[in-house]
Structures are given as C-alpha cells and as structure tokens.
C-alpha cells in the first residue's frame, strides 16, 4: 500500500514540474511564413504573420541606396553572386525600412522562395546554430537581417559576425545573404576605439579586428540627413496614398512645425507626423 501511494505521489509530482516546464517550442515550417524571427535561447524560427513594412515607393531621398540593395537582392534572388550589405548612417532615415521593402519587392517577383530571417544583435553569437539549419533548407534562399548593430569594447560577439562574413572552413551557406544595419560606419563608438587603442601596448592591432568588420561587408550604403525639400517630399507621399487631403501650402507648414518640435527631419519624422495629421482628420492608415 505505501509503494502505491509513494508511487502515485511521485507521478503527481512528476506531472506538475511538466507543467512547469513544458516542452520548448519547436521552429515553424519555413513555408508557414515570408519572415521569421530567431529565437536563440530556444534555437527555433518564429513565424512573423504581418511584416510591418511600407511600400518601396514611399521611400523616398534614399534613391540611389533603394536601386543599389534592389538589384543586389535580385541577384541573389536568382542565384547569382551578392554580397553582404551594410546600411549606416543617420537615425529614422529608412534603413531598416528599406531592407523590409527591397524584401518584399524582390519576393513579389521571385520563383525561388525568399525568407527574411531578423536575428536580434544580442544573439549573434547564437549563428553557428542558426546558419547549419539555413543550409539545410537548400531550396529556399534567406535574407539574414540585424537592425542597429554595433559592438562595445568587451564585446565578442562580433566573432560569430566575422565567421560569417568571411566564412570558416565551410564557408557562409550559399543560400544565406546578410544585411545589417548601423548607426555607426564601424560598428563601434569612436570613443571607444580611440580609449581601447591609448591603453592597449600595440595600439595599431587593439581594435583593428572590430573596427574591420565593416570592411567585411561587400555594400556600404550611407544614409544622411534629410533636407526640407526631400523631408517634404516624404510627406507628400504619405498624404497621397492615404488620402490625407490638405493645402500643400498648410501640409508643408503643418510638418515643419512638427519637425521643429522633434528636433530633426527624417522618415521617421514624417510618418510621426502623418499619423498625428491622420489621427486629427479622423482618418485610418491603412
């Protein structure tokens, strides 16, 4: 009798820690989305329903940036050589929002399946388990996308990065692409490079290999702020395709009060505004 009950108290026991502690969630299949988001701490892909994105053509100052990530992604769409893309530059000016939109334009017109992967830049170092299921997945092609990379001075994380920039002995995944995005051209604060360079005893190889990093990425596009006439231009746009309808003269005078009391003029300025304007005319974007 007490073996039974020893027994069933240890299955009860037993049946409350799995529910404690369920079973970690397995990845998605790569077909259930077009955009995933990877999971380090439980090494699975998490299926993204709605990308929040905005249409390429309401990008706009960016023009020669927009053509260059656009025709680099076709290629590599079609199985032909691309490199990997850093987009550097100034804060809210479409950097992410044009790698999210060359995405969606070159996978509306691909045969081939086009998968945008976001790894956080805190999992970097998390690739090595990553990159071996991106490679297995042979028929499809990935975008592998880090928004606001950069490394501090105790940082070495940038490691696992420099592994698949160059490539190890197996080399990155041919089906793998990289784009990342910076508000720093060498991904580390000047600062900082300067201090790590005055206190190490050879100065010239303290930071070299951080600071050479971005020199591993094939594109460089430089993002900058915007003036009046493109900020505008930014406004116009969002105006027109959500039928915001105004004075041009008022619209204008409206977002550079707006853009005054922000500080800046930028992308992200413009669409702040739009929604404030669309919210005061009592209108939906969508």
């Known amino acids: 009798m007490a073996d039974n009950l020893n027994d069933e108290l240890l299955r009860r026991i037993a049946d409350a820690l799995d529910r404690l502690s369920p079973p970690p969630a397995e990845s998605a299949p790569l077909d259930a989305a077009e955009a995933f988001v990877w999971h380090a701490e439980d090494a699975r892909l998490a299926p993204v329903a709605a990308v929040n994105r905005v249409d390429i053509s309401l990008l706009r100052g960016i023009d020669r940036a927009r053509d260059i990530l656009l025709e680099n992604t076709r290629r590599f769409a079609a199985g032909l050589p691309a490199n990997n893309t850093l987009l550097w530059g100034a804060r809210g000016m479409g950097k992410s929002s044009l790698v999210k939109a060359v995405h969606a334009t070159v996978l509306a017109a691909s045969e081939a399946p086009l998968k945008l992967i976001e790894i956080h830049r805190e999992d970097i170092a998390s690739l090595s388990r ?157």
């Not at 005893?201 to 594109?219: Q, T």
């Not at 105004?246 to 702040?272: C, I, K």
Request: contains cysteine; proline residues 3%.
């Open 130 to 286: 990553l990159l071996p299921v991106l490679r297995a997945a042979a028929d499809c092609r990935f975008i592998l996308f880090c928004d606001d990379l950069s490394f501090d001075g105790q940082d070495d994380a940038y490691k696992s990065l420099k592994a698949l920039l160059e490539g190890g002995l197996e080399g990155r995944p041919a089906n793998v692409l990289f784009y990342a995005t910076s508000n720093r051209r060498h991904l580390m604060p000047r600062d900082m490079i300067e201090n790590e360079r005055s206190r190490a005893i050879a100065p010239a190889e303290a930071v070299e290999e951080k600071v050479s990093l971005s020199d591993r990425f094939g594109l460089w596009l430089g993002f900058h702020a915007c003036d009046h006439e493109t900020y505008f231009a930014m406004v116009d746009g969002y105006a027109e395709r959500f039928g915001l309808e105004m004075d041009a003269e008022a619209l204008h005078a409206a977002a550079n009060e707006w853009s005054v009391t922000r500080g800046a003029r930028s992308g992200r300025v413009a669409w702040q505004f739009i929604q404030d304007l669309a919210g005061r005319l009592g209108k939906t974007l969508s």
